[in-house]
Structure formats: structure tokens, C-alpha cells
């Protein structure tokens, strides 16, 4: 029982691993985008609070695949995690 939880819990974290950053960038897109378009539609400050909590989702996924590749794709994801400290950024630790 005991190693069947930890084969699931591997799997998960391979899983995690493997789809993680496009998941998250992903689901910070669309949360952007739906509190754009509830902003548009009249909701007003909620609508762009939504919108900004899809904004720290949208850098973690790109932070999962800078930290998986060793690069950015995005010239922004760049530019805002390279504010980070170097500790926290697996780009700039990989480059010395």
C-alpha cells in the first residue's frame, strides 16, 4: 500500500514536472483574460483584481520552464524574473 501511494506521488510530481509550466501559463492566461473581458463587461475592480492574480500564475509558469531549460521564451518573463534575486532565478544560477 505504502509503495503504491509512493509510485502515485512519483508519478505526480513527473507529471508536475513535465506539464507544470505549460499548465500554469496556461491558467494565467486565461485567468487574464477573463478578468479582462469581466472588466469589459462592466465588472469593474473585481475584474482586474482577477486579472492581476492570473499575472503571479502566468511568471511561475514561465519560471518552471526557465528553470527546465535554462532559458526564457518570453522576452517579458525575462525581463521580470530577471528583477528576482539571483538565488531565485534558475536562469541566471545556470549561466554562473
Known amino acids: 500500500m505504502i509503495l503504491e501511494a509512493l509510485a502515485v506521488l512519483a508519478l ?3 507529471g508536475v514536472y513535465a506539464l507544470g509550466g505549460l ?3 496556461m491558467a494565467g492566461l486565461l485567468t487574464i ?3 479582462l473581458g469581466a472588466t469589459a463587461l462592466g465588472g ?3 475584474g ?3 486579472a492581476a492574480l492570473g499575472i503571479p500564475l502566468w511568471l511561475l509558469g514561465r519560471w518552471v520552464y526557465g528553470a527546465r ?3 526564457y521564451r518570453s522576452p517579458l518573463a525575462g525581463l521580470l524574473l530577471g ?3 539571483a538565488r531565485l532565478d534558475p ?3 545556470r549561466r554562473g
Open 44 to 46: 469593474g475592480a473585481t
Open 23 to 25: 499548465l500554469l501559463r
Open 91 to 93: 536562469v541566471r544560477r
Open 33 to 35: 483574460l477573463a478578468g
Open 12 to 14: 505526480a510530481a513527473v
Open 83 to 85: 528583477l528576482a534575486p
Open 69 to 71: 531549460h535554462g532559458a
Open 48 to 50: 482586474l483584481l482577477v
